[in-house]
């Protein structure tokens, strides 16, 4: 029996396996693939060791939902040929674990995560596209772990596929937290607004929209102060890592308040 139908066929392994590589898996929930802050792969809240080869491959295929054995094969073995490529494919597709609930599933040509895998990312990304399109759900008391968070993808990992992934995902978040800010100013949630702004400062601090915002949140509460000292902190800052200055938008918000600034 092939190896593509024998992946299909995993299924009512006996209890009490451990929890290991290439060992029947019986899970009473839903395995949980994270990927932001690390790499961990669990069933019923237990860590499932992985070979390297192993983490690449559900981390690739858990970022994309779904890719061809081709394009997986060519992305993760590039240094040897394609028969070598698929090869080690295969090897390493055998090794995962075997699970009632399956991580990959086996499709024609491609791969696909199994429909009840949760991977931490695709929640991340759902959340900040709906803040950017503007149809998420009220923030009252908190706002969400993932956008405010400072945990980013797959760190130490240095390959082209990952820098890319997590230069994408880190400019999702950004643009999320922003706008999230500017809703929130406008809802009359300051102290939130606020929480938004100062995330993504964090992240990037020469970030010019960021300071913009906690600027709005603090007009926003008469803090007149509040808004000329962050106006000021980061006119400063990019005097000196960039030697120019803040945008004539981000002059106009303070003037618009009657604030005149000086040199």
């Not at 299924?11 to 690390?38: D, H, M, N, Y």
């Not at 149809?135 to 706002?143: G, S, T």
Request: glycine letters at 6%; charged letters at 25%.
């Amino acid at each position: 029996m092939v190896w593509s139908h024998r992946l299909k066929l995993w299924r009512g392994f006996p209890r009490g396996c451990p929890a290991t590589a290439s060992e029947a898996i019986k899970v009473t929930s839903p395995p949980l693939l994270r990927l932001l802050g690390q790499f961990r792969l669990e069933y019923d809240a237990k860590p499932v060791e992985l070979s390297r080869n192993g983490q690449r491959l559900l981390a690739f295929v858990g970022l994309h939902r779904r890719v061809s054995r081709t394009v997986l094969a060519g992305t993760l073995w590039p240094e040897v040929t394609e028969d070598h490529a698929r090869g080690s494919l295969r090897t390493t597709l055998w090794k995962l674990p075997r699970c009632d609930q399956a991580l990959i599933r086996c499709s024609g040509d491609s791969l696909s995560t199994g429909t009840a895998l949760h991977v931490d990312v695709h929640t991340l990304i759902e959340t900040a596209f709906d803040v950017v399109q503007g149809c998420a759900r009220p923030f009252d008391a908190r706002l969400p772990p993932g956008l405010v968070g400072t945990e980013e993808l797959l760190p130490g990992w240095d390959e082209e596929w990952v820098l890319l992934e997590r230069e994408r995902l880190r400019q999702l978040r950004l643009h999320a937290l922003d706008a999230l800010a500017e809703t929130l100013v406008r809802e009359g949630k300051s102290a939130l607004a606020l929480e938004a702004a100062w995330a993504s400062v964090r992240s990037e601090p020469l970030r010019e929209s960021a300071h913009r915002a906690a600027v709005a949140a603090h007009l926003a509460e008469g803090n007149l102060i509040e808004a000329v000292r962050q106006y000021r902190s980061f006119r400063q800052l990019l005097r000196k890592e960039l030697g120019v200055e803040p945008s004539p938008q981000f002059t106009r918000m303070l003037a618009q308040h009657g604030i005149v600034l000086f040199r």
